[in-house]
């Protein structure tokens, strides 16, 4: 794995973007850290766009974009090596039903890039992926 490319998971863009206190220090201090190069997927921008039009998140998927490019983050395309990746993908028997087809294209993307993928989502460590970091 590439040191210092991370991809962010949805919700920590968004929590950058909203200024939400679960935004800890330790993620800020990665998010933030000028030896790291930030991406975001195209996946993320689909996702809150969705979420926008149910008037389940208050802003859109330009808005989201926009945050992001200002914020200096890399933007991510979905590539057919992604969707590949996802049949790699396997889950612990054990661990709790994940059924959200954004966190695995994303997990996916990063594996595929030698990325690192930061998220807070715990439904992540059932993956085992040597890519994940979870703060």
């Known amino acids: 794995m590439r040191k210092n490319e991370i991809l962010l998971d949805t919700?920590?863009?968004?929590?950058?973007?909203?200024?939400?206190?679960?935004?800890?220090?330790?993620?800020?201090?990665?998010?933030?850290?000028?030896?790291?190069?930030?991406?975001?997927?195209?996946?993320?921008?689909?996702?809150?766009?969705?979420?926008?039009?149910?008037?389940?998140?208050?802003?859109?998927?330009?808005?989201?974009?926009h945050y992001c490019e200002q914020s200096g983050y890399?933007?991510?395309?979905?590539?057919?090596?992604?969707?590949?990746?996802?049949?790699g993908l396997e889950r612990d028997e054990s661990a709790p039903f994940h059924n959200d087809p954004f966190d695995r294209?994303?997990?996916?993307?990063a594996k595929a890039e030698g990325f690192s993928f930061l998220t807070h989502d715990s439904l992540f460590r059932g993956y085992n992926e040597p890519c994940l970091v979870e703060v």
Request: aromatic share 8%; charged share 25%.
């Open 105 to 109: 294209i994303l997990l996916s993307q």
């Open 11 to 65: 919700h920590m863009i968004l929590w950058a973007m909203l200024e939400d206190s679960r935004l800890n220090n330790k993620m800020r201090d990665i998010i933030m850290n000028p030896e790291n190069t930030i991406y975001y997927s195209i996946a993320s921008m689909w996702e809150v766009q969705i979420k926008y039009a149910r008037k389940k998140m208050p802003i859109s998927g330009i808005e989201f974009m």
């Open 74 to 87: 890399h933007k991510l395309p979905i590539d057919d090596l992604h969707v590949v990746e996802l049949a």
